[in-house]
Nanobody, 123 residues
Framework: QVQLVESGGGLVQAGGSLRLSCAAS????????MGWFRQVPGKEREFVAA????????YYTESVKGRFTISRDNAKNTVYLQMNSLKPEDTAVYYC????????????????WGQGTQVTVSS
C-alpha cells in the first residue's frame, strides 16, 4: 500500500504562484510514476502533469506547459507541482496519484490517490 498526502493548496490571485507537495509513504518503488490531476464539480478528472521516479521524465497537459513544473525529491519521497502564472481556469481540487503502469495521462491507470487539495485562483 502507498499513502499519498497533498499539501500547499490555497487562494491566490491571477498571475500568482503556488507549490503543491505530495508526500508518499508505504511501499514505494523506483518504477513508480507520480501524476497530478485536477477536478472541478461536474467535470471529469483532468490530467495535469506526471513524472517518473526513475529517470525523471516529465509530461504535461498542453494548457499548463511553460507555467507548471513537476519535480521530485527521491530522498523525501515527495513530488512537487510548481504552478506559476496561475489563471482562474486553474481553479480546481488537485490530486496526486501513483502508478506502476506506463500510460500516465488517464486517471484509470493510477492505483493510489491522495485526498486532494483545493486551489482557487481569483480574477
Amino acid at each position: 500500500q502507498v499513502q499519498l498526502v497533498e499539501s500547499g493548496g490555497g487562494l491566490v490571485q491571477a498571475g500568482g504562484s503556488l507549490r503543491l507537495s505530495c508526500a508518499a509513504s508505504g511501499r514505494t518503488y523506483s518504477n513508480y510514476a507520480m501524476g497530478w490531476f485536477r477536478q472541478v464539480p461536474g467535470k471529469e478528472r483532468e490530467f495535469v502533469a506526471a513524472i517518473r521516479w526513475s529517470g525523471g521524465a516529465t509530461y504535461y497537459t498542453e494548457s499548463v506547459k511553460g507555467r507548471f513544473t513537476i519535480s521530485r525529491d527521491n530522498a523525501k519521497n515527495t513530488v512537487y507541482l510548481q504552478m506559476n502564472s496561475l489563471k482562474p481556469e486553474d481553479t480546481a481540487v488537485y490530486y496526486c496519484a501513483g502508478t506502476t503502469r506506463s500510460w500516465l495521462r488517464a486517471p484509470d491507470e493510477y492505483d493510489y490517490w491522495g485526498q486532494g487539495t483545493q486551489v482557487t485562483v481569483s480574477s
